[in-house]
């Protein structure tokens, strides 16, 4: 845009109100709408000559336009858009192209601006009945960097979405005259059939459809068959749409109000970057694939890490576990012990999470070429890390209840590999839930405690610590560790099957896990563990705990 030193509200005409849009997105019925305010005139694409002069693209109607219309752009913005007029407000209808670098920053600068965004696969069917689509006809990028330069300016606009527009075309209406600062209108959501006498010469080649109606009408149940010839271009678009999507307001109408978005529990993780793939990308950008084996079938392996002060903790333990749990599953082309690290590695440095942080790491089968459950496709990755303190509390304890849920056992799904298979486990944690417990203990088939829903598990009694077999339950590196702490530290350490009742009557109880680290249990099942207080062995393993995780860890590189 050239310079200039306007600024909005200068001058004694009306108050311009800009409306950005893509073709095909319901731009000329929304003009039509404000057409009916008795304090508004409308402009249909004032600019539309000058982009025809600049681009010098072709037309039908390209020489009865320039003919007609003035093609001189900034002339136009002076004395059209920012002329003088009788009414109080100057609707423009605006097709995000014709947004031209040869136009003065006046027409940013001044008057209120929107944008009107529509769904690509909504847009493509019906778009060639004049000018063949492509990425520049549609406008949509150009949308985006007018969203942006708005808000550079210190002005973001309101975005509303056409498909909401349609659905309840009142509520979207009110929203957006309430950010627009100007009174609603009802007589906005009504307007004759026919062409109108401020329609641009190219109407009969695109209003044909908005002649015969009377309002908005409802979108159609069932989408039009998509071309398929368009496919490309409807990739290169959503996007960009996408990024405008996530800017609409939040809620709609009074029947189907939409959910704010939930608060995070740490807020700073609205803002990160996850590896997936072979690529860092955003946090709403950061998906999987519907043919991608975990989504499919779970069929996926994972491991959890901890990051203390700038190192990651037992990292070659964790991989360890996770390849020989995709050695398990039959994994093929699973990627090396360095080239991971190397993922890890930049995802850490990238977020600047050099503490307190907690690693995610899935390595699924594969996108698959078709559903089904056959294993001999492709492979992918995906690390999700992000900041995660501990999630338990472990100054004061928690409180477990026994679930009905049973552990798996090796005869269906082995526990020694680290899968995304998880439904018993989910069921559950729901069984702690709804008794208000932190978890819930998981029996094995004859009903011997084998671990809780997400941790294994330990007791103390009369001195001597005891934990189950790995039978039934996950091998957990956190609970190797603590093995070797507890004799470490002297004390007499049984490895067995234990009974509830036993740790029911136990003198102390903790879990173990990569997210919780030790936590103390100080009630079971509405039984007191101990005293109901942390005790010593408890304390004194924590203790050699933290110890440990400050002194071991790979070193995450720093930049030089």
Known sequence: MGSSSAAEGEGQGPVVIHAWSAPRSLSTSLMYSFAQRDDM?????????????????????????????????????????????????????????????????????????????????????????????????????????????????????????????????EAVLRGLCEDLGIPFQPQMLIWEAGPKEFDGIWAPWWYG????????????????????????????????????????????????????????????????????????????????????????????????????????FKLDEHLDRLFDSAKAMAFTNVPTRDWIKDAIFKTLIANGMFDNAHIRLTLTRGKKVTSGMSPAFNLYGCALIEWKPPVYDNSHGIKLVTATTRRNSPNSIDSKIHHNNLINNILAKIEGNLSQAEDAIMLDKDGFVSETNATNIFMVKKGTVLTPHADYCLPGITRATVMDLVVKENFVLHERRISLSEFHAADEVWTTGTMGEITPVVMIDGRQIGDGKIGPVTRQIQNAYKVLTAEQGVPIPRNA
């Open 41 to 169: 005139e409308v402009l249909d694409e004032p600019l539309y000559a000058n982009f025809l002069r600049v681009t010098g693209v072709d037309r039908p109607y390209r020489e009865e336009l320039l003919s007609k219309m003035d093609p001189d752009g900034n002339k136009v913005v002076k004395e059209v858009i920012f002329g003088p007029g009788e009414k109080t407000y100057r609707y423009c209808k605006h097709i995000s192209k014709q947004c031209l670098p040869n136009l003065s920053s006046d027409l940013m600068k001044k008057g209120k601006h929107f944008i009107l965004i529509r769904n690509p696969l909504n847009i493509l069917p019906s778009f060639d009945k004049v000018v063949p689509p492509s990425f520049m006809e549609l406008g949509v990028g150009e949308l985006v960097s007018i969203y942006s330069e708005l808000c550079g300016l210190g002005k973001p606009p309101p975005v509303i979405d056409a498909d909401d527009l349609q659905s309840e075309p």
């Open 209 to 312: 459809s908005v002649h015969k109606s009377i309002g908005f009408s409802k979108s159609r149940q069932y989408p039009l068959t998509f071309p398929f010839a368009f496919y490309d271009l409807l990739e290169q678009s959503l996007p960009f749409y996408n990024m405008l999507k996530r800017q609409v307001r939040k809620t709609i109408g009074s029947q189907q109000p939409a959910l704010p978005d939930p608060p995070l529990p740490v807020p700073s993780n609205k803002k990160i970057l996850v590896w997936v793939g072979d690529e860092l990308l955003p946090r709403d950008s950061a998906k999987v694939s519907v043919f991608d084996s975990v989504v499919q079938g779970g069929d996926a392996v994972w491991e959890g890490l901890r990051i203390y002060d700038g190192k990651v």
